[in-house]
């Protein structure tokens, strides 16, 4: 079983930023998908952004490209998203995910394991 834990969220500023962590335990696979997703009340769930564990493929989600950027720590076991500018909009929980594979995907469904989320709130 993988086990993921989110950390990081907060309540921020509009134009400031954060940086959201994923700490990756438990059986891990040699070929890795990261990914982000966030939702907002009332919302879908949506793609933030998706990497490969090892090769640094990296896929963002149209509304948050050039603000946010997706990397990994192998020897932290970590994940890691930071957030520029941020704006109101970008209030909603941010969720960790992970499976296995090569394919950077943007869909929830292609994810087998979530962490719990951390909350991430931007005032005007």
């Known amino acids: 079983q993988v086990q993921l834990v989110e950390s990081g969220g907060g309540l921020v500023q509009a134009g400031g930023s954060l940086r959201l962590s994923c700490t990756v335990s438990?059986?891990?696979?040699?070929?890795?998908?990261m990914g982000w997703f966030r939702q907002a009340p009332g919302n879908e769930r949506e793609f933030v952004a998706s990497?490969?564990?090892?090769?640094?493929?990296?896929n963002y989600g149209d509304s948050v490209k050039g603000r946010f950027t997706i990397s990994t720590d192998i020897t932290k076991n970590t994940v890691y998203l930071q957030i520029n500018s941020l704006q109101p909009e970008d209030t909603a929980v941010y969720y960790c995910a992970a499976d296995q594979g090569l394919r950077v995907r943007d869909k929830d469904y292609e994810y087998a394991y979530w962490g719990q989320g951390t909350q991430v709130t931007v005032s005007s």
């Open positions: 990497i490969r564990w090892i090769g640094n493929v990296i």
């Open positions: 438990g059986r891990t696979f040699s070929r890795t998908i």
